[in-house]
C-alpha cells in the first residue's frame, strides 16, 4: 500500500533551477494528496545539455523503502523533450538514480502521464528530484507526488546480487584488468548481505562498474529491464525529405530492444530512403546529431541501402576477438545506394549505438563527417539478467570500423562546424 510521508503543516515544495537558465516556479506539495504544480522554462540551456528543475529533502524516512514519483508532463514551447528523475545520494555521492528520459515527454502531444520508481538505499542521506527539459522551451507539471512503500526482496538476497555481478563483470568486461578483484570480492561480499533485499546490492555493483572507467556500463532495475525489452521507442521522429538533388534523414535513437517495434522503424526507414533515391542524385545526408544510442540493429538495418551488405563494422573484445555486424536485409531495402556519396552529421549527443551507426560509416568510400566529435562511447555493451530480474549492461567490447579502426575517444569529424556555421549547409556544399 502506498503511503504519502508528509508531516506536520504542508508547505509549498521548494524549488530551485538546475542552472542559471533554469527558470522555475511551483505551488503545492509533493507529500500531499493533491501534489505539486511546477513550471519549468528556458530561453537557453546555454553550455548545459538541459535544463530542470529540483528539490531535495531528509532521506532518513524513505530509507529501505521504494518510493513512487507520478505526474502529468506537457511541453508547451519548443521542439525538445521532458522527463522526471529522482536520485539517492549518500555521503559519498549518488546511490541510486531513475529517469523517465528512455519515454520523453514532447512538445504538441498534449500532457502525458509519467511515473518512477525506486529503491532507497539504507545509506542515503538526500533525496532529490525534478524535471528536466533538454532545449530552450517551458515544460508544466501537474499533480506530481512523491509516496512510498515497502520493499519486496522477491527472495534474492543482496549477496546474491553482488556475488553474480562480481563474478559476470570480472569474466566479461572490457576493462576487467583495471579492477583489483580480491579487495573488491573481500570489501563487497560481507555476510550482512544476505538478510538484505536484493535492491541494496545496487549502489555497491555500481561502485564496481565505476573503477572500469569504460563510462558506458550501467545497471536497469527489474521495471526498468522489462520495459527495456517489451518496448522500442525512437528518441523522437524519424524525418526524411529531399532537398533538390540530395536526400536527407535524421536518424534517432532507439531504446528498446521489442522486436515488432524494431522492424516497424527498419522498415520506415528503409522506406523513406527508398522513397527518396530516385531524386537524389547527389547523394545524401545522413543526421546523427540527435541520436543518443540505444538498439544499434534496427538503425543499421534500416540503413543498410547506404551502407551495403559487405563489412560495415564490428565489436573487438578485450581478447582481440572481432564479432563482424551482419544486419538483417529487408525487402524494403532492395534498392542499391551504396555507391552514393554520403555526409554525415555528428555531435555531442551522438552517443552509444549512435556512434555505432557512425563508426558504420567511417572508411566508406565517398563518405565525409560534419560536426563535433561525439560522445565517446563508441564501445559495445551486452545484457546479463541480474537474479532479481534486472539487468547488468556491460561494456564488452570496442566498436572498429570496416578498416579495423578503434574510436576510444570518438568520431572526430573531418569538418568541424561552429556554433554560428550549418552543418547542413556545409555537408549540401560539399555533395554538389
Not at 190 to 203: D, M, R, T
Not at 219 to 227: D, F, T, V
Not at 230 to 238: L, M, P, W, Y
Not at 383 to 407: K, W
Request: charged share 20%; with cysteine.
Amino acid at each position: 500500500m502506498l503511503g504519502l510521508l508528509s508531516g506536520g503543516v504542508s508547505a509549498d515544495t521548494v524549488w530551485k533551477g538546475t542552472s542559471v537558465n533554469s527558470i522555475t516556479s511551483g505551488t503545492g506539495d509533493i507529500l500531499e494528496d493533491g501534489g505539486a504544480d511546477l513550471r519549468l522554462s528556458a530561453e537557453s540551456t546555454g553550455t548545459e545539455k538541459f535544463v530542470g528543475a529540483i528539490t531535495s529533502m531528509d532521506a532518513r524516512p524513505f530509507q529501505g523503502r521504494e518510493v513512487r514519483l507520478a505526474g502529468r508532463l506537457r511541453v508547451e514551447d519548443g521542439a525538445g523533450s521532458a522527463a522526471l528523475w529522482v536520485r539517492a545520494d549518500g555521503a559519498n555521492g549518488r546511490l541510486a538514480f531513475a529517469s523517465s528520459a528512455g519515454a520523453p515527454v514532447r512538445a504538441g502531444v498534449g500532457a502525458q502521464a509519467r511515473e518512477l520508481r525506486l529503491y532507497i538505499p539504507s545509506g542515503t542521506t538526500t533525496l532529490k528530484l525534478g524535471v528536466t527539459l533538454d532545449s530552450a522551451g517551458h515544460v508544466a507539471v501537474q499533480g506530481l507526488v512523491l509516496t512510498a512503500e515497502a520493499a519486496t526482496s522477491g527472495g534474492v538476497s543482496a549477496y546474491d546480487m553482488v556475488e553474480y555481478a562480481l563474478t559476470t563483470i570480472r569474466a566479461n568486461a572490457l576493462n576487467a584488468g583495471n579492477v583489483d578483484w580480491s579487495a573488491e570480492e573481500k570489501a563487497r561480499l560481507a555476510p550482512a548481505l544476505k538478510s538484505l533485499p536484493a535492491q541494496e546490492a545496487y549502489g555497491s555493483i555500481r561502485a564496481v562498474l565505476d573503477l572500469l572507467a569504460d563510462r558506458h556500463s550501467f545497471l536497469q532495475h527489474p521495471r526498468e529491464a522489462a520495459a527495456y525489452r517489451q518496448t522500442a521507442v525512437a528518441s523522437r521522429d524519424i524525418e526524411a525529405r529531399q532537398m533538390q538533388d540530395i536526400g536527407y534523414v535524421l536518424v534517432p535513437g532507439l531504446r528498446g530492444t521489442e522486436a515488432s517495434a524494431g522492424e516497424a522503424f527498419t522498415s520506415q526507414l528503409c522506406e523513406q530512403i527508398e522513397r527518396l533515391a530516385p531524386t537524389s542524385a547527389k547523394g545524401w545526408i545522413v543526421d546523427l546529431r540527435q541520436n543518443t544510442g540505444g538498439n544499434m540493429w534496427p538503425m543499421l538495418s534500416g540503413l543498410q541501402p547506404l551502407l551495403g551488405n559487405g563489412n560495415i563494422g564490428a565489436s573487438r573484445d578485450r581478447n582481440g576477438t572481432a564479432t563482424a555486424w551482419r544486419p538483417e536485409s529487408r525487402r524494403a531495402c532492395g534498392v542499391d545506394l551504396s555507391s552514393s556519396r554520403v555526409a554525415v552529421l555528428v555531435g555531442p549527443k551522438t552517443a552509444s549505438s549512435g556512434e555505432a551507426v557512425a563508426v558504420a560509416f567511417r572508411a566508406r568510400p565517398g563518405t565525409r563527417f560534419f560536426g563535433q566529435p561525439t560522445a565517446g562511447l563508441a564501445t559495445a555493451n551486452r545484457s546479463y539478467p541480474l537474479p532479481d530480474g534486472g539487468a547488468l549492461r556491460l561494456t564488452r567490447a570496442v566498436m572498429v570500423d570496416r578498416s579495423g579502426e578503434a574510436y576510444p575517444d570518438g568520431i572526430k569529424p573531418e569538418e568541424r562546424v561552429s556554433s554560428d556555421q550549418d552543418a547542413i549547409d556545409m555537408a549540401a556544399a560539399w555533395l554538389r
